[in-house]
T-cell receptor
Framework: KAGVTQTPRYLIKTRGQQVTLSCSPISGHRSVSWYQQTPGQGLQFLFEYFSETQRNKGNFPGRFSGRQFSNSRSEMNVSTLELGDSALYLC???????????FGQGTRLTVV | GIQVEQSPPDLILQEGANSTLRCNFSDSVNNLQWFHQNPWGQLINLFYIPSGTKQNGRLSATTVATERYSLLYISSSQTTDSGVYFCAVEVAGFQKLVFGTGTRLLVSP
């Protein structure tokens, strides 16, 4: 069974640009969550989608958005990039409520 | 919101030594997971353990939900055990994991 797949693995963007990251969950999983990891703030929750509906959102500015498609694949978008958005972005998938979450390899975003 | 504290923050061991990592949380949880983050950043699942005890090879974990803590035991450590270990919890109804700040483990040969 394939794991969680995130693309791209690495990305370099310029301040002010926008970026889209993709996450394909484990087959059959309907919940996808996104997390940001930085040295200063640790691992922080961005948002969670289940069956195309956002059920929970973390404390991030509106520049961070996401969506989920009918096949459960998810994308997150960051507009008007800032230097502080440089981070490792991790995606997790899980089956139902209160079940084990599995993470992808992450996308390392560098904003210059 | 819920607070998750891990201790110790850093740990240096000689190969072959045993260690115990601790995770304290401030509220009732319905999900607790232990992860090992590899040098490339991926979070590797170690245990899904909202309560009770589990073992997997040299690793074992115990969660005492009523006292709001979990322990991860590493026996006969190897250099490949080096990395950062995270505890993450989920509170009922919130559909998100809250992570501790991690324990950075270095196992020297």
């Amino acid at each position: 069974k394939a794991g969680v797949t995130q693309t791209p693995r690495y990305l370099i963007k310029t301040r002010g640009q926008q970026v889209t990251l993709s996450c394909s969950p484990i087959s059959g999983h309907r919940s996808v969550s996104w997390y940001q990891q930085t040295p200063g703030q640790g691992l922080q929750f961005l948002f969670e989608y289940f069956s195309e509906t956002q059920r929970n959102k973390g404390n991030f500015p509106g520049r961070f958005s996401g969506r989920q498609f009918s096949n459960s694949r998810s994308e997150m978008n960051v507009s008007t990039l800032e230097l502080g958005d440089s981070a490792l972005y991790l995606c997790a998938s899980s089956g139902q409520v209160n079940t084990e979450a599995f993470f992808g390899q992450g996308t390392r975003l560098t904003v210059v | 919101g819920i607070q998750v504290e891990q201790s110790p923050p850093d740990l240096i061991l000689q190969e072959g030594a045993n260690s115990t990592l601790r995770c304290n949380f401030s509220d009732s949880v319905n999900n607790l997971q232990w992860f090992h983050q590899n040098p490339w950043g991926q979070l590797i699942n170690l245990f899904y353990i909202p309560s009770g005890t589990k073992q997997n090879g040299r690793l074992s974990a115990t969660t005492v939900a009523t006292e709001r803590y979990s322990l991860l035991y590493i026996s006969s450590s190897q250099t490949t055990d080096s990395g950062v270990y995270f505890c993450a919890v989920e509170v009922a109804g919130f559909q998100k994991l809250v992570f501790g700040t991690g324990t950075r483990l270095l196992v020297s040969p």
